[in-house]
């Protein structure tokens, strides 16, 4: 069994920076020292810092055998690459700290390190640090990551305006009992591909962790107040829905739409365009509804009838009863 400093060892000569000539070149030194460090890029952009913590028996199921070491580092990777996703930036650098569970904590460490090694190689992010302890209790990771927002700006949440055309990148729902809650694929591209595309006439984007029909309020809230109509027969429903709750949806016309709107965990983007620049979203693009100025979110139905959406996304609290 590792002591502390082999396993730190181990993690440092598997996280070494590679790419100088690249973005990686910005951080000057990784894991090894009490602090990392960034140099400024020379274009003066900003950096883009997020986190993200996940823990055993709520984000993923490690102790009960039903998740790997490495699909648990993949994911924690990943959901912190849609954040940087959802402002057009590109991820640059990762901080690590992770509480491991006492027994077994060495193949549990390594096969983390393995699975987030993947997953940063994936966008060109060095590994630059963190912390690492030991505890009787579950296993509990939590990753800060940083990124450069775009040389024009990042995309926020608060720049919607009425008359926009809301659009998302993939069907939506599912993703828990198909598994697809631990295999996120960040839309980092995309986004970037979305900015070169439509430039300033993109103004708010979210990524979709918690479900449409709650994030899309954060940035109708953040664009001060704002409201939405969402087409009900346009919004993609992956087959997820379908293969997984086969009977429900066949039952209820409004299942296969609260589960696209409801489940969370997509990581897919939402974003709001200028209608003039609707015509050159890309093909991987769906239109699924306008910003209003009307304060409420609401879904249109294929009859025409017009109904209020309350129902929100997932909430870390209420599902805890707090």
Known sequence: MAREFELIR???????????????????????????ILDSPPDGRG?????????????FRLAEGVHAPELVGRKAMAVNVSDIAAMAGTPVAALVSVALPREGFDAVARG????????????????????????????????????????????????AKPGDVIAVSGPLGGSLPSGRDMRPQPRVAEAQELLNALGPDLHAMIDLSDGLGGDIRHILTESGGLGA???A?????????RNHF?????????????????????????????????RR?????????????????????GDGRETLWLTGGFDHFRS???
């Open 233 to 241: 027969t346009a919004i993609p429903v992956h087959e997820d829905v």
């Open 47 to 59: 950096w883009l810092m997020t986190t993200d913590m996940l823990m055993d028996g709520r984000h």
């Open 320 to 322: 805890f009863g707090a």
């Open 281 to 301: 979203l890309p093909r991987w693009a769906t239109q699924i509804g306008t910003v209003t100025d009307s304060g409420q979110l609401t879904v249109e139905w």
């Open 229 to 231: 109509r969402l087409r």
């Open 10 to 36: 181990w993690i440092r000569e598997r996280t070494r920076i590679q790419g100088a000539d690249s973005l990686q070149g910005l951080v000057r030194l990784g894991i090894g020292d009490d602090c990392a």
């Open 246 to 278: 086969a009977g429900e949806v066949a039952s209820d016309d409004a299942a296969a739409l609260r589960h696209a709107l409801s489940d969370g965990e997509d990581f897919e983007l939402c974003f709001c365009v200028a209608p003039k620049a609707a």
């Open 112 to 159: 983390l390190t393995r699975g987030m090694r993947q997953e940063a190689d994936r966008f060109g992010i060095v590994l630059a640090g963190g912390d690492t302890n030991l505890w009787n209790g579950p296993l509990v990771l939590n990753v800060t990551l940083i990124g450069l927002e775009p040389s024009s700006g990042a995309i926020l949440r608060s720049g």
